[in-house]
């Protein structure tokens, strides 16, 4: 029993010991640890290679199929429409009736002229008859040369007289045709400018015919797309109600002069064989592709603020290691940002994790092919 205690007393020294063994351990590996620096933190960024390429934008634009050659129907007179022989959408052939005017002074004028003409004639008559005797009574000596003389000039008179009076029946009864109006050429009405009982004035518009044949894409463009749509050596057409339905076009006039209202000006595009379902009147969509200049692009995510600017990092291959470099930014949209200066072909930018970099930092590039 007297043992026990013994044993007890001399556990302790020995736990004592080996705590301050153990203390002291710690103290110095503490020391040792504090002794070195932190290991350099290397942080993965994804970085792409800068590029340039030419960059243009695509815009839409709408408009309508046309024909290229449009005839404006007219009278050659004016007067009351009294009938209209046609509606929009009809087809005309050359010389169909499109039209009529009341022709009863143009009736009237041409029973007068060839009331007129008869009286010449019977006055020619006469004066013929009268020459015949003149000459044969001055070949007997029974008239003075003077009287014979006078017979000739009327006999001219009355000669000059009736070609008057055949012309001015002549003039009537064109004046008359006149007021009928027949189509020119086959096509499709496409407007009317009159109604039966208006007063139409020799000139005015009463129906419009597009033409059979070739038929044109005709869209308004502002004036900073005209120029380049003027370059166009094809444009893609199509149906707004079908997309599917396209044809090629070939840019074929562009007005020099902008419509006043809308400041636009119209470019007419020439449909090379155009389906069935592109009839005129029909609404379509032409896609431009604006003139192109070497850009350089990057994503929107690569962009950062810095001393009241936007910069980039840029990764340097031989040192492993970042640095921001300030940019000029030319223009932007939803994902990518047009760079104007600060940026060279072969430069490296860090287009994810930016915002967590510093100066200096060493980093590990994942690269990603610009897009």
């Known amino acids: 029993m007297p043992l026990k205690p013994a044993a007890t007393r001399a556990a302790r020294p020995l736990g004592t010991t080996t705590l301050f063994a153990l203390a002291t351990l710690t103290l110095v ?5 504090g002794d070195e620096a932190p290991p350099t933190e290397v942080r993965p960024v994804r970085v792409t290679t800068i590029e340039t390429r030419d960059i243009g934008d695509t815009i839409a634009l709408t408009g309508t199929v046309q024909a290229q050659t449009e005839i404006n129907e007219s009278f050659r007179i004016g007067g009351r429409l009294i009938e209209r022989a046609v509606e929009i959408g009809d087809t005309v052939r050359p010389g169909q009736l499109l039209a009529r005017l009341d022709p009863q002074n143009e009736e009237s004028s041409l029973q007068g002229a060839r009331a007129q003409l008869v009286a010449a004639q019977a006055q020619l008559v006469e004066a013929r008859n009268n020459h015949q005797r003149m000459r ?18 009327v006999l001219q008179t009355a000669d000059s007289q009736v070609n008057s009076a055949r012309a001015s029946v002549n003039l009537a009864e064109n004046r008359l045709s006149y007021t009928q109006l027949h189509a020119t050429a086959a096509g499709l009405v496409t407007a009317r400018g009159a109604e039966p009982g208006e007063v139409v004035g020799a000139g005015s518009m009463v129906v419009q015919v597009a033409r059979e044949g070739a038929r044109d894409a005709v869209f308004d463009v502002p004036a900073q797309v005209k120029d380049s749509a003027a370059r166009r050596t094809s444009i893609t057409v199509a149906l707004v109600d079908d997309p599917k339905i396209t044809a090629t076009g070939t840019v074929r006039e562009v007005s020099p002069r902008a419509d006043p209202v809308t400041g636009t000006f119209a470019v007419r595009v020439q449909l090379i064989d155009p389906p069935l379902q592109m009839r005129l009147g029909s609404t379509v969509t032409g896609r431009v592709k604006l003139d192109t200049a070497p850009t350089i692009q990057i994503p929107a995510a690569a962009l950062m603020r810095a001393d009241g600017g936007v910069a980039v990092w840029v990764y340097d291959p031989a040192a492993g ?12 949209n939803a994902s990518t940002v047009q760079v104007a200066s600060g940026l060279n072909p072969g430069d490296v930018v860090v287009t994810a994790g930016a915002q967590a970099l510093r100066p200096g930092q060493k980093v590990r590039p994942l690269e990603t092919p610009q897009s």
């Open 136 to 153: 044969d009574l001055v070949a007997e000596n029974a008239v003075s040369r003077a009287a014979f003389d006078q017979a000739v000039a």
């Open 29 to 33: 590996s503490a020391c040792r640890s």
């Open 321 to 332: 290691t970042v640095a921001a470099r300030g940019i000029t930014v030319a223009g932007s």
